[in-house]
């Protein structure tokens, strides 16, 4: 599985961007995909995530209303729309992919799989 992120760069506060993560896999069945982020000196956290085939949706609660997590599924491609930007969502933000995760254990990074390279947001004030 390879995933490939994109969208990533510097915005003001108040601001949009949206972030795509292109996932080579042959199957969706289990999919589950999702997004964190690290800031520096912090601990990846949870941002988002969905289960592929029911269209599940999760959040976390420092982006619940902000953030809309959600896929296209011709392209097997991942998005993450972020509005009304602040200066503390500036972090590298990572696409992830697992076949096995159950459900409590979304928020966790450590029980994801695979991983994108990142890509870095930057939120100015």
């Known amino acids: 599985v390879q995933l490939v992120e994109s969208g990533g760069g510097l915005v003001q506060a108040g601001g949009s961007l949206r972030l795509s993560c292109a996932a080579s896999?042959?199957?969706?069945?289990?999919?589950?995909m999702g997004w964190f982020r690290q800031a520096p000196g912090k601990e990846r956290e949870f941002v988002a995530a969905?289960?592929?085939?029911?269209?599940?949706?999760y959040y976390g609660d420092s982006v619940k209303g902000r953030f809309t997590i959600s896929k296209d599924n011709g392209k097997k491609t991942l998005y993450l729309q972020m509005n009304s930007l602040k200066p503390e969502d500036t972090a590298v933000y990572y696409c992830?992919?697992?076949?096995?995760?159950?459900?409590?254990?979304?928020?966790?990074?450590?029980?994801?799989?695979?991983w994108g390279q990142g890509t870095q947001v930057t939120v100015s004030s």
């Open positions: 992830a992919a697992s076949f096995t995760l159950i459900q409590s254990s979304i928020p966790s990074y450590r029980a994801w799989t695979y």
């Open positions: 896999v042959h199957t969706v069945n289990n999919l589950k």
């Open positions: 969905l289960r592929w085939s029911a269209g599940y949706t």
